[in-house]
């Protein structure tokens, strides 16, 4: 019964990036996908300029982000105009994804199965999104939502 599932329990939500202009690009820290089945990073991209936004997913070793690298192909999906539709368009699989220059609030999602994802075999289980340089009209946001291994009293910790 769909009743029974509670998104703050089950998919609690991480701030990976919070609100802010996107001049100059940034990255979120690290987090711990070690005991995650499947994990999501939702990101909204209000683009008030028609400099394009590219959306990176970063793999590491740690928390700290050693040996970060590009992740893995993935899955993506795209809302392309928040304001006249909620449809998420399936996009090419990649470990990125770059904004059009349509002046929209956007949502895109990547979809991270870690083993598929991630060099989990090479000790790659922490991700990070990074965001390149655009305008400072451009305001971007991403949160982190993960489907635990397990089930327990509480949820695992993903900075660790």
């Given at each position: ?13 991480v ?32 683009q ?14 740690d ?54 994802c ?43």
């Amino acid at each position: 019964m769909a009743r029974q599932y509670s998104m703050p329990y089950q998919f609690p939500p991480v701030c990976l990036l919070p609100p802010a202009a996107d001049a100059g690009g940034r990255t979120s820290t690290f987090r711990d996908l070690a005991n995650a089945l499947k994990a999501w990073i939702v990101v909204h991209v209000n683009q008030g300029n028609a400099a394009p936004v590219t959306l990176s997913i970063l793999q590491g070793q740690d928390v700290l982000g050693t040996g970060s690298t590009a992740a893995g192909v993935m899955p993506i999906w795209l809302t392309a105009a928040t304001a006249t539709s909620d449809t998420l368009a399936v996009q090419t699989p990649a470990a990125s994804f770059t904004t059009s220059a349509a002046l929209a609030d956007k949502i895109v999602i990547f979809e991270i199965t870690p083993e598929m994802c991630l060099n989990v075999t090479g000790g790659f289980h922490t991700i990070a999104i990074e965001t390149s340089a655009s305008n400072a009209a451009n305001i971007t946001e991403a949160e982190l939502f993960m489907i635990g291994s397990y089930q327990g009293g509480s949820e695992p910790s993903s900075y660790v």
